[in-house]
């Protein structure tokens, strides 16, 4: 007879096997999942173009499991149109509160990969901080009306009936506000490491000599937030390795005013930006109390038949949510999501409620720090100025060109570029049908904007290597938002709709001289720095 131990260890080696064999199928390159699956209508074609044959050019998650696969089948909420639920994706409505997604709209096609030819030669990023937990501010505001909901007097029926059972998605309260997330498949401590790996993958061919003892140090940056230096602490282990001292030193620039324009985070040195109430960095929460006005009274009209409380009468007092409840309740999806990989709370609204809350957080950022502010362009020409100055000068400047901020330091930079402009400013009143500002798919937690300088010899020319690098044409931007190709309106006569490098750089110092000096426009002395000096290997 079999001794029992034995074949419950021999059970238990089969069963590792077994998991070892899935684990090798899942992972291996002819079975990468894609980023969206089914969740999101992407049409008859793969929106990031064809699947390129080289893997370290494949984008979205692809690490050991897939974390869209913990979306649950109710994220389409049971409010939705008949025949849409495969076609639509909570995580692209949140706004930027929620975890990192790959962009599929207004996209080139073909993928990530170089155009065919042509090779990367030098990498620059801004990054947004990984997955969060709600800020102070926010955090104490979800605390405060969860216990208001779940008071003992009060019952819970429909949609809300969850929440009597519910328990706050950070194990360490208060304590993990404004922390990056640790648990999940949307872990921000994750993704920051896997973007890493993801970008040494992608650009190993710029990693030789710096990623081995005495090869040459990298500097990359990071602003002066706790969250954010983690975020590149995180990421430098991904693309540099554990043991990286000999390869890498990160940068903290501090997040104070005196720093004037040598700075990654503008609006905390833009005085006039700060004071000016109108038009300044409060404008943004004003545009949106004026558009929360025009949808979220009636999600609380429609959240308050679902709540009763003990002893109450017909005329009698009985619960009331603000707008700011209402939409502090939104705001709990995206974050609960970035902890538990999923949220109950992303089913309590109607997708043309969520619609209406990404539009909310695309009017705030528009108006706060986007194109909507007389000063973005003053502001996002800082690190743009610096940025087209190395990208002229690639022989001796270096291969990355990393750094690590908040989403309202990438704001102002793309509306210096004008890569999304709107004809018109956002309305408040409505929702257009059609606008290129979309926050969601721009700046998620841990959303990125990638400038790639890239070579694409003529077949015309000599081999010679000095020769070819004196030829301005054959030189070009890419720009790679989120893991997708965007085009520069106006400017992307090279491969793969790519801008020529000497009409980016003057297309840059047009809106430079457009936006006006950052001192001036700002209200600092004249012996405030005007520029960014840092950004150099």
């Known amino acids: 007879m079999i001794n029992a131990r034995v074949l419950t260890a021999s059970t238990g080696i089969f069963a590792l096997l077994i998991l070892l064999y899935n684990f090798w199928s899942y992972t291996s390159s002819n079975s990468i999942p894609r980023p969206l699956g089914a969740y999101f209508p992407v049409g008859q074609n793969n929106p990031q173009g ?15 499991f897939h974390p869209q696969s913990w979306l649950p089948s109710t994220t389409s909420s049971q409010n939705s149109p008949k025949g849409t639920k495969h076609k639509w994706n909570i995580l692209y409505h949140l706004g930027g509160n929620g975890p990192w997604i790959q962009k599929v709209d207004g996209i080139v096609d073909g993928g990530i990969g170089p155009p065919e030819g042509c090779e990367v030669e030098q990498v620059h990023m801004m990054s947004r901080h990984a997955e969060r937990y709600p800020t102070i501010r926010a955090g ?71 990623i081995s003892p005495g090869g040459s140090k990298t500097s990359f940056w990071a602003s002066g937030s706790e969250r954010v230096v ?34 990654l985070t503008p609006g905390d040195t833009c005085l006039a930006y700060q004071s000016d109430t109108e038009y300044g960095h409060d404008q943004g929460a004003a545009k949106l109390v004026e558009f929360s006005n025009t949808y979220l009274p009636a999600i609380a009209e429609r959240l308050e038949t679902f709540i009763s409380t003990a002893g109450s009468k017909a005329g009698e007092w009985r619960f009331r949510f603000t707008n700011d409840e209402v939409y502090a309740l939104q705001e709990m999806c995206g974050f609960e999501t970035t902890v538990r990989g999923s949220s109950p709370w992303c089913g309590v609204f109607t997708h043309d409620e969520w619609e209406s809350f990404e539009y909310a957080r695309d009017v705030i950022h528009f108006y706060r720090a986007g194109p909507g502010t007389k000063y973005a362009k003053a502001m996002g020409s800082l690190w743009l100025n610096a940025t087209a100055g190395l990208l ?48 969601s798919q721009v700046t998620p937690m841990m959303g990125r904007v990638i400038f790639e300088r890239i070579h694409c010899p003529n077949k015309s020319q000599r081999k010679d290597e000095l020769q070819a690098r004196d030829q301005g044409d054959t030189y070009f931007v890419r720009i790679n938002v989120n893991d997708g190709i965007v085009a520069i309106p106006g400017c992307e006569g090279g491969p793969g709709k790519s801008c020529p490098l000497d009409e980016f750089v003057m297309r840059i110092r047009k809106n430079q001289q457009e936006g006006g000096d950052f001192r001036e426009v700002c209200g600092l002395g004249s012996d405030a720095p005007d520029r960014i000096t840092f950004l150099h290997q």
Do not use: C
């Not at 044959?53 to 692809?62: D, M, N, Q």
């Open 50 to 64: 064809p699947i390129p044959k080289s893997l370290p050019f494949t984008s979205g998650r692809t690490s050991w």
């Open 140 to 210: 104490i505001r979800m605390l405060d009306l969860v216990d208001r909901i779940k008071a003992d007097n009060v019952t819970l029926t429909g949609p809300l009936s969850f929440v009597k059972d519910w328990e706050w998605f950070a194990s360490d309260g208060e304590a993990s506000f404004e922390q990056l997330t640790t648990t999940g498949p949307y872990a921000g401590t994750l993704d920051a490491f896997t973007t890493g790996v993801r970008l040494r993958t992608r650009y190993s061919h710029l990693l030789s000599g710096r």
């Open 230 to 263: 983690d975020t590149a602490r995180y990421f430098a282990a991904g693309f540099w390795g554990l043991e990286r001292k000999d390869s890498e030193t990160l940068h903290v620039i501090p997040e104070t005013a005196e720093l004037g324009g040598d700075t």
């Open 392 to 439: 002229l000068n690639t022989l001796s400047a270096g291969p990355f060109f990393m750094s690590f901020v908040h989403d309202g330091d990438i704001v102002p930079m793309l509306a210096a570029l004008n890569l999304y402009h709107d004809k018109n400013p956002l309305p408040v009143t409505h929702i257009p049908k059609h606008r290129a500002w979309k926050t």
